[in-house]
Every structure is written in structure tokens, then in C-alpha cells.
């Protein structure tokens, strides 16, 4: 089963964040258009979503966001100059983030936090359950962890939300869950969620990451939701209210042990493009090569 047989069609991606912790680079780049290895962090986001079926997209922008709109738009000066030099190859990969998907665009004008930004896809989504992908988390294609939310989706109804244990000192970093007694394996269900807790009173180190799967009553939670931590309106705290009343269905995790690759800092951003890089079949031997002596030289000189 896939995403496109239950019904849900339609994602979110905000990307109204400023990047700070890039500064100067996303001065006047948006942090989406950072490059892991060649392609920019969002065109990951938008594959992973369309891999999953889903071919209606929106994303939520914000000021100096216009380049991530010009990269799923055409360039035809550069495509017709590929063409004539008969280079296929890059005229592909330019041309591929065009034809994707449907991909809209919506302003988040005063930036709230990311259960604002989640409101303002109210009117495209409509009624329909959809999905948030955030894109601070790269998911590897290989470990499908969006589609198997939409299957729980599809077995249980309510929203579903991505879950990663963490070191215990780490809870604080993110929204935490409380789990129902009994809950176990890689599908448990949800009783209660916390924003970034205290250090020492997180309800679980069951961490949720950027991808959920959301049922449409989500929205009329968010509209009730008061500014939380950070004086932002918390995805988390809608999707408290929603397993506290179970109005429209469970709010179930899925438990992630896969790839995730991390671009939220400096440091996981730099390990995600050595990790990706590694990988690939173009440029990974050469690569491991170069760093399994970059390693030694510098651990030699260290010793010394």
C-alpha cells in the first residue's frame, strides 16, 4: 500500500524559517537552498513526498524565499544551452525538480511558529488529511517512514506522527510524547505530547521528528491553540489537544529507526553531506578513498 491508495495526495512544507544558525550563508540564500553534495536540501523534501504519492504540494514561504520557487520552475536559457552542447546528463537534473509535482506557494507573512505556518495551508487543503515534512530531516529513500504513516493512517484514522528515541539529556531539544500504557513496537499509540520540556521532565525520550500525517481537525485545534514556548503557536500543542480528546481519532507515532539526516546545524549538516556522499555511486569511491587517508593523516599528525 502507498500513500497514493489512501486517499492522502496533499503536503505541507513550511519554509519560512530564516536559518540564523547558517549565518552568513542564508543572509540571501534560503536555508532549503543549501546544497547537500549537489542538489539543495528541499529537492530531498519534495521527492521524499512525491516517492510517497503525493503530488500536490504546498509550501509555506516567507520573505527572500523567491529562489526555492525558481528552482521548480524552468530556466530555459540554461536547458536550451545543455541541450545544444548535447550534455543530457545536467539537462536532466535541471529539469527534474520542474516536473515533480504540482507545487504551490503560500506567504506565512508573520511568522508564528510552525503550527501558524501549518494553519495557513487551511484553505488549499481543505478537508482532506495531508502531510508536514519539515526539512531540517532528511529521510533516506530507502526507509519508506513516510508511507508507513499514511498505512497507519489509513488502519487507525486521526494524525500520525513521526517518533526517534533519544538520549534522555537530548529530550529537551524536542516535542517529547507520552505513550498509553502497554504501547510497544514501531506503531504506539499517543497520550499526551510536551514542546521541548525541562531537562529531566520529559514524559518519555520518545522524540518527534518533521514528517506527521494530519487529519483536516487539526486546523480547527490550531485555531484554538494560544502562543506556547517561544511565544509561537506549537504544531505540538494542536496535536495535544487532539489525543486528550480523541475528537477526530487517535494521534498514533511511528517509531523511526532508519536513515534520518539531520541539516538542522552546522555540525549534523556537515556529517548528513559526508554521509550522502559517501553513498553515492558517482563520487563515493573517490571520496572514501580521499577521507579513509584525509582520517589517518591527521590522526598520524595528532599522535605526534
Avoid at 499514511?150 to 517529547?176: F, I, K, N
Avoid at 531537562?199 to 485545534?221: C, D, H, K, M, W
Wanted: glycine content about 10%; proline content about 6%; hydrophobic content about 40%.
Amino acid at each position: 500500500m502507498n500513500v497514493a491508495s489512501v486517499g492522502i495526495t496533499k503536503a505541507v512544507v513550511p519554509v519560512a524559517g530564516l536559518g540564523t544558525r547558517f549565518l552568513p550563508a542564508t543572509k540571501a540564500t534560503p536555508k532549503e537552498m543549501l546544497p547537500v553534495v549537489d542538489k539543495p536540501a528541499i529537492q530531498y523534501v519534495v521527492e521524499e513526498a512525491v516517492s510517497a504519492g503525493m503530488s500536490d504540494i504546498l509550501m509555506v514561504t516567507g520573505r527572500n524565499k523567491r529562489p526555492l520557487e525558481d528552482h521548480f520552475d524552468r530556466n530555459h536559457e540554461l536547458e536550451e544551452a545543455l541541450r545544444r552542447k548535447g550534455d543530457t546528463d545536467r539537462l536532466q537534473r535541471v529539469s527534474a525538480p520542474t516536473d515533480l509535482a504540482d507545487i504551490h506557494y503560500i506567504r506565512q507573512g508573520d511568522p508564528r511558529g510552525l503550527g501558524h505556518a501549518v494553519l495557513c495551508a487551511a484553505r488549499h487543503v481543505g478537508d482532506d488529511p495531508f502531510a508536514v515534512l519539515l526539512g531540517d530531516d532528511l529521510i533516506d529513500p530507502r526507509d519508506p517512514l513516510l508511507a508507513q504513516m499514511a498505512q497507519v493512517h489509513a488502519r487507525h484514522g486521526g494524525s500520525v506522527v513521526a517518533l526517534m528515541e533519544v538520549d534522555p539529556a537530548q529530550t529537551h531539544l524536542y516535542g517529547c510524547a507520552r505513550l498509553h500504557p502497554g504501547a510497544g513496537g514501531d506503531v504506539v499509540a499517543i497520550a499526551d505530547l510536551v514542546e521541548k520540556p525541562e531537562p529531566g521532565t520529559a514524559p518519555s525520550n520518545y522524540a518527534v521528528i518533521g514528517r506527521y500525517v494530519l487529519a483536516p481537525e487539526i486546523f480547527q485545534a490550531l485555531r484554538g491553540t494560544e502562543a506556547g514556548r517561544g511565544g509561537e503557536i506549537q504544531l505540538t500543542d494542536a496535536l495535544r489537544t487532539l489525543a486528550a480528546t480523541r475528537t477526530a481519532g487517535p494521534v498514533h507515532g511511528v517509531v523511526f529507526r532508519g536513515r534520518r539526516y539531520d541539516t538542522g546545524d552546522r555540525s549534523d549538516y556537515l556529517r548528513a553531506t559526508v554521509r550522502l556522499a559517501w553513498e553515492r555511486e558517482d563520487l563515493g569511491p573517490e571520496f572514501r578513498s580521499w577521507l579513509r587517508d584525509f582520517v589517518a593523516q591527521h590522526s598520524l599528525a595528532s599522535a605526534a
